[in-house]
């Protein structure tokens, strides 16, 4: 047992490791904002999340419908049954609803003190649609000063202080100043809703006139990310630095955590697709780490290089290159190429089937329609004067087999991977073959030079990079586990790519 680990006496003075994080909010039930954003934030942050319910609001990301505000004794009960049996490390304030609901929260913070209460004084969901009743704005203003942290945004910060809403960045903190001064509380400044110069970044700011802060006001700049879907961003800020602030203890270090964060959060939101609104942010993007655009592709093919090098070292590919091949081993390997097409194209519209978008679903069909296409043209053309054996060879047996277990997966990202080194290797191997023999002056006697012609395919070219581009994306929508299976895939069908080529040799 380590030292630290002895040192743990859970007491109500002991160190915490897990903070216990109590949100007290609405409830959305759409999942971006409210209780539903805090647990979700409080959980990514490595809290443990506990919520009692001030209000249930009927809304999804296109705004809110209808909202009902059960009795102020029952939000007392909530809160009591809580602070009753478990320590708390923070606490999260979202939507309040009306003056009772306020009156309630009220008492119960004087009875129970909490060591962090981090205050959102929500009023207005950003479909313009109010969360706290004109008339409760009094009692919200009496709140503000049990509050550890305020986190306004510019409206909010406006109505709290009846002014107008801050023309610019420099305005809206100079009435973070005046609210913090009045409230004699740290209070966050949030750049979100910047309009007009101020709009291209989205800072935030720690304003505090008592000490609490290193200096008065502390900046943290941040991008502005381009995106609607930022359902919910006031909820998961003030619920992830509740939790944060348990651990560091200081506020500036919480916002430099937890701020990135968030950006990441509004970056990926869009890969949740939840709604036609404005959508919720994603709170558990860090867990997924979601590989840079080309950077499962280029993984892809560093974990290929060895079979390509093999390919290029095979008596089939020196043979076909120089005309040397023997005819029976270039007849097998058509006749081998026009069985496995078959099967692929099979597989092929099995991708079709599970393709998120149509784009993909439509490329894919495609793809499955032209192998069929290529396989009756050797049978016309290149077979037709060849004898031609009709049963699979065992590569082309142990080959289909694989991309047909693939298939059963119902993953599509680990389909793509599979049939992917039969476009991206064979793209590979036809472009440098086809360079070879123009580098050699095309000589007429070359008994394949036909053959090797077909190699110059820039159709086919197109549809290899346009394949690896969606599975690369397919590896951004997936998990960890998954995208080792694609991995797994890719690497496996590479191999059957070398044993194909060299199938002529052993088997034919
Ligand atoms: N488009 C955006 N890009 C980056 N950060 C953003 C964006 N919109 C909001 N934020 C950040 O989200 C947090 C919430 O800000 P804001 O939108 O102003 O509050 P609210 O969600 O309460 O209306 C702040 O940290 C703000 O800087
Ligand atoms: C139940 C509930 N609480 C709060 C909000 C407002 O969420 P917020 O994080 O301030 O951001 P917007 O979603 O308004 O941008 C809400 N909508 N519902």
């Known amino acids: 047992m380590s030292s630290s680990f002895l040192a743990y006496q859970p007491q109500a003075s002991s160190p915490v ?13 759409s999942g971006g904002a ?13 809290g443990y999340g506990m919520a009692a319910i001030t209000a249930l609001t009927a809304q999804n990301t296109r705004g809110v419908r209808a909202v009902h505000i059960p009795p102020a004794d029952f939000l007392t009960a909530q809160l009591d049954a809580i602070s009753d049996d478990i320590r708390i490390d923070a606490v999260k304030i979202g ?29 207005v969901a950003t479909s313009g649609d109010r969360l706290l009743q004109d008339t409760a704005e009094a009692a919200l203003q009496a709140l503000l000063p049990l509050a550890d942290l305020i986190t306004p945004n510019l ?53 505090n006139t008592g000490g609490v802060l290193g200096q008065e006001t502390i ?19 003030s619920s992830a630095l509740a939790t944060v602030q348990v651990r560091v203890g200081d506020w500036e270090a919480a916002l430099r955590e937890v701020k990135p964060w968030l950006q990441g959060a509004l970056r990926t939101a869009g890969s949740l697709d939840v709604g036609s609104g404005n959508g919720p942010v994603h709170h558990f993007h860090h867990l997924q780490q ?37 005819e029976k081993e270039f007849a097998y390997y058509l006749a081998q190429d026009a069985i496995y097409l078959n099967g692929y194209s099979r597989v092929l519209a099995r991708v079709s089937a599970l393709a998120p978008t149509e784009d993909e679903q439509l490329f894919w069909a495609r793809s499955s329609q032209q192998c069929l296409e290529v396989e009756s043209e050797l049978h016309r053309t290149w077979l037709s004067t060849r ?56 000589p007429a006697g070359h008994p394949y030079a036909d053959w090797l012609r077909t190699y110059a395919d820039e159709e086919f070219a197109a549809s290899t990079r346009q394949a690896i581009a969606y599975a690369d994306t397919a590896a951004q929508y997936a998990s960890r ?18 044993e194909f080529f060299d199938a002529p040799r052993t088997h034919g």
């Open 17 to 29: 490791r897990i903070p216990r994080v109590l949100t007290i909010a609405g409830s959305d039930p």
């Open 34 to 46: 409210g209780v539903q954003a805090d647990l979700k934030s409080i959980a990514a942050h490595g």
């Open 95 to 123: 939507m309040l609803a009306d003056a009772a609901v306020i009156g309630a929260v009220h008492a119960w913070l004087e009875r129970t003190n909490p060591a962090i209460v981090v205050l959102d004084p929500v009023m």
């Open 155 to 207: 409206a909010e910060l406006a109505i709290l202080l009846n002014e107008p809403v801050a023309a610019d960045w420099a305005e809206a903190l100079a009435q973070g100043k005046r609210l913090a001064a009045r409230t004699e509380t740290t209070v966050l400044v949030k750049g979100g809703h910047l309009a007009g110069s101020d709009a291209g970044s989205c800072p935030d700011a720690l304003i």
């Open 219 to 237: 900046e943290v700049q941040g991008d502005r990310v381009a995106t609607r879907n930022s359902h919910g961003t006031g909820c998961s800020l």
């Open 290 to 326: 979601t590989p840079a655009a080309g950077e499962f592709a280029a993984h892809l093919r560093a974990g290929a290089t060895d079979d390509l090098e093999a390919i290029y070292g095979l008596d089939f590919i020196r043979g076909l290159s120089d005309g040397t091949l023997p």
């Open 387 to 442: 004898p031609t054996a009709s049963a699979p060879g065992p590569v082309t047996k142990s080959y289909v087999d694989h991309l047909l277990a693939a298939s059963v997966t119902g993953s599509y990202g680990v389909l793509v991977a599979a049939v992917l080194p039969c476009f991206w290797l064979y793209a590979e191997v036809g472009a440098t073959l086809h360079a070879r023999f123009l580098d050699a002056g095309a």
């Open 481 to 498: 586990t998954e995208r080792d299976a694609m991995t797994r895939a890719f690497a496996e069908s590479s191999r059957y790519e070398l």
